[in-house]
């Protein structure tokens, strides 16, 4: 599995656009690029999964250069309610679903204020 | 559709005694996962189940931890004698084939 590298914190202010890069220079050929959201005292939730160029859906986008070595993962016009850590994560298959263990790094910490 | 579904919430034990953590899936889910969450860490996979299967439980301590997924019932993280170094954030996930792994909010055991 290829290790992940991310900002240990970042942060931002009401309606602003937030991007978190990870990077991944060990990606593998199927490896997929995951990310997930955590709040205090809940469970990861799932946000978005790319395999290279650029997905989006109602909440996110991830941008992955054609090198795969990096991702983005972009919020637009965040809010308070914002606030977690997000995590990215690679793997294959596509990762995260039935079969693949995910493995959790430290994460980056995202500070939304007003 | 209710999401997964983890109890209880918070769990107290003391040194020596037994913690059992349940976790009921996702509807229409047959793969569970337990992981453990220490303070300011990301989760740590402990154990991978399917009805009735162990499939992978290369992060499950070598003793005194357990998991079972029963083909009737919820799933069972099961920590024998426990001691204060237990004291974590135990997460439950299910999925389906080709779908992301979907988390309940948690079981925190304190050991006193």
């Known amino acids: 599995l290829a290790k992940t590298t991310q900002p240990i914190s970042m942060d931002s202010y009401e309606g602003q656009e937030v991007n978190i890069t990870c990077s991944h220079n060990?990606?593998?050929?199927?490896?997929?690029i995951t990310w997930y959201q955590q709040f205090p005292s809940q469970g990861p939730r799932f946000i978005i999964q790319?395999?290279?160029t650029k997905v989006t859906n109602e909440v996110a986008s991830l941008f992955i250069p054609a090198d795969r070595k990096s991702s983005t993962l972009s919020l637009p016009r965040v809010s308070l309610s914002d606030t977690a850590v997000y995590y990215c994560?690679?793997?294959?298959?596509?990762?995260?679903?039935?079969?693949?263990?995910?493995?959790f790094g430290t994460g980056t910490l995202l500070a939304v204020q007003p | 559709n209710a999401g997964v579904m983890q109890n209880p919430r918070h769990l107290v034990r003391r040194r020596g005694q037994e913690a059992r953590l349940r976790c009921s899936p996702m509807?229409?889910?047959?793969?569970v996962y337990w992981y453990r969450q220490l303070p300011e860490e990301g989760l740590k996979f402990m154990v991978y189940?399917?009805?009735?299967?162990?499939?992978?439980e290369s992060g499950m301590p070598k003793e005194r931890f357990s998991a079972e997924f029963p083909k009737e019932g919820p799933s069972i993280l099961r920590i024998q004698q426990v001691v204060r170094g237990d004291s974590a954030a135990y997460f439950c996930?299910?999925?389906?084939?080709?779908?992301?792994?979907?988390f309940g909010d948690g079981t925190r055991l304190s050991i006193l």
């Open positions: 996930a299910s999925s389906t084939t080709g779908e992301p792994q979907h």
């Open positions: 060990n990606i593998a050929t199927n490896d997929y």
């Open positions: 790319g395999y290279k």
């Open positions: 994560l690679v793997g294959d298959l596509p990762y995260g679903g039935a079969t693949n263990k995910l493995i």
């Open positions: 509807k229409g889910h047959s793969h």
């Open positions: 189940l399917q009805k009735e299967n162990i499939i992978d």
